[in-house]
């Protein structure tokens, strides 16, 4: 069984700078791409940032410049540092890995249970 549980997040006024982390536990024999993606209410969920296994990164054009997604391979952990956060930033924050269980399994998806961000303007 995988999981991965989420910590940080909270409440921020504008120009802050808040950090989450997401670890990866259970039956693991490697990790590929992991990920941070975000769900505002109404909106459908987003990708905000994706690292692989190799450290090549991703960001959505709008957090380029302000997050910083990185990882401790040895840790199973992805981390999101993000810095002069914005009103719109306010969403529900999900870790994503993709996660071999074993050899000769196939990469699958999970999430971890989210963690909100609300910055205040």
């Known amino acids: 069984q995988v999981q991965l549980v989420e910590s940080g997040g909270g409440l921020v006024q504008a120009g802050g700078s808040l950090g989450l982390s997401c670890a990866a536990s259970?039956?693991?024999?490697?990790?590929?791409?992991m990920g941070w993606y975000r769900q505002a209410p109404g909106k459908q969920r987003e990708l905000v940032a994706r690292?692989?296994?190799?450290?090549?990164?991703k960001y959505k054009d709008s957090v380029k410049g302000r997050f910083t997604i990185s990882r401790d391979n040895a840790k199973n952990t992805v981390y999101l540092h993000m810095n002069s956060l914005k009103p719109e930033d306010t969403a529900i924050y999900y870790c994503n890995a993709e996660i071999e269980e074993t050899y000769y399994s196939r990469s699958v998806a999970y999430w971890g249970q989210g963690t909100q961000v609300t910055v205040s303007s």
């Open positions: 690292i692989t296994s190799g450290g090549i990164t």
């Open positions: 259970g039956s693991i024999f490697s990790i590929n791409d």
